[in-house]
């Protein structure tokens, strides 16, 4: 495997499911992100890891949980979620922004397809 | 602050040129441009870094005008595989070396 991957690629679930969307990115990159991206609206960022410390938490309702256990992988566990959760997650992986800086590249997953009816 | 992008939506024939406008209302570090192709990840197209700096990647390429805080993509003499939404990434001097994506424009090139 190369870049970015995420699992699953579709998942379809009830408001009151739990589930966890998978991140792994092998690259050897020491950040990763996870983003919502809804129909005509910009890439929303939502959480920020740093070699596993999250710095960033974009006001994300408690639903969504991240879990960062090595700079590898990242999880997105989802609990009892609304219809308007629908949308494409997208994980993506950096070197490090705090050493980086503005030359930081971000390299996408193909996304994660949620749909809660 | 999240950039502007113009226009939103843009369809072609094929062999036709378009621009694509990026603008900040904050001083920019760094311009970032990615396109997406419907169903599939993002892809990282180019980074600018200095003001007039102009980048390339096939027949696309990229300018950044430090002082009207704005980068412009080119895709010159359009081919099908060209089609996809194009969003632009800016690194601001007062974002803390945060990403912050455009809108997003899609692109459209028929036959």
């Known amino acids: 495997e190369t870049g970015v991957t995420q699992t699953p690629r579709h998942l379809v679930m009830g408001m009151t499911n739990k589930k966890s969307l998978k991140c792994e990115q092998h690259?050897?990159?020491?950040?990763m992100y996870w983003y919502k991206q809804s129909a005509k609206k910009p890439l929303e960022l939502m959480f920020v890891y740093s070699l596993e410390e999250r710095v960033e938490n974009n006001s994300v309702p408690s639903r969504f949980s991240p879990e960062c256990p090595n700079s590898s992988h990242l999880f997105l566990h989802l609990h009892t979620l609304q219809p308007e959760d629908s949308a494409l997650y997208l994980c993506?992986?950096?070197?490090?922004?705090?050493?980086?800086?503005?030359?930081?590249?971000?390299?996408f997953g193909p996304g994660t397809r949620l749909t809660v009816l | 602050q999240q950039p502007v992008q113009s226009p939103q939506a843009v369809i072609l024939r094929e062999g036709e040129d378009a621009v694509i406008n990026c603008s900040s209302s904050?001083?920019?570090?760094?311009v970032h441009w990615y396109r997406q192709k419907h169903g599939e990840a993002p892809v990282f197209l180019m980074i600018?870094?200095?003001?007039?700096e102009q980048k390339g990647h096939e027949k696309i390429s990229a300018s950044f005008n430090e002082k009207k805080q704005q980068s412009s993509l080119y895709l010159t003499a359009s081919q099908l595989s060209y089609s996809g939404t194009y969003f632009c990434?800016?690194?601001?001097?007062?974002?803390?070396?945060?990403?912050?994506f455009g809108q997003g424009t899609r692109l459209t090139i028929n036959p």
């Open positions: 690259l050897g990159h020491n950040a």
């Open positions: 990434g800016t690194v601001t001097f007062q974002g803390a070396q945060k990403l912050v």
């Open positions: 993506a992986s950096s070197q490090d922004p705090r050493v980086a800086g503005p030359t930081d590249t971000q390299y």
């Open positions: 904050k001083a920019l570090y760094s």
């Open positions: 600018l870094l200095k003001g007039g």
